[in-house]
Nanobody
Framework: QVQFVESGGGLVQPGGSLRLSCKASGSIPYFMGWHRRTPGNQREMVAKRGMGGEIEYADAVKDRFVISRNMAENTIDLQMTNLKPEDTAVYYC??????????WGQGTQVTVAS
């Protein structure tokens, strides 16, 4: 079982930046990353990083978000820049395989609004 401690999030204006951080403990699967649940209740993979350095981003966040992982400390960060109102969602730190996340934290709210 994996435990998560998430931090970051909040309210930011369009074009602004935020950084999400997460520390996981327990038996960590190959991939760590973030997914989000939008106000419309749609769940989307945002970004993930494998132990071998593999990275995948959702098309909607490419060139705006950067994921980084510290293998020694089991932390995963998401630097978000040029935020847009459509990025508003609850963001969850998650772990799993390449195909799907299997466990995630309680989530942190990100709101992008003027």
């Amino acid at each position: 079982q994996v435990q998560f401690v998430e931090s970051g999030g909040g309210l930011v204006q369009p074009g602004g930046s935020l950084r999400l951080s997460c520390k996981a403990s327990g038996s960590i699967p190959y991939f760590m990353g973030w997914h989000r649940r939008t106000p419309g209740n749609q769940r989307e993979m945002v970004a993930k990083r494998g132990m071998g350095g593999e990275i995948e981003y959702a098309d909607a966040v490419k060139d705006r978000f950067v994921i980084s992982r510290n293998m020694a400390e089991n932390t995963i960060d998401l630097q978000m820049t040029n935020l847009k109102p459509e990025d508003t969602a609850v963001y969850y730190c998650a772990v799993g395989s390449f195909w799907n996340f299997t466990s995630w934290g309680q989530g942190t709210q990100v709101t992008v609004a003027s």
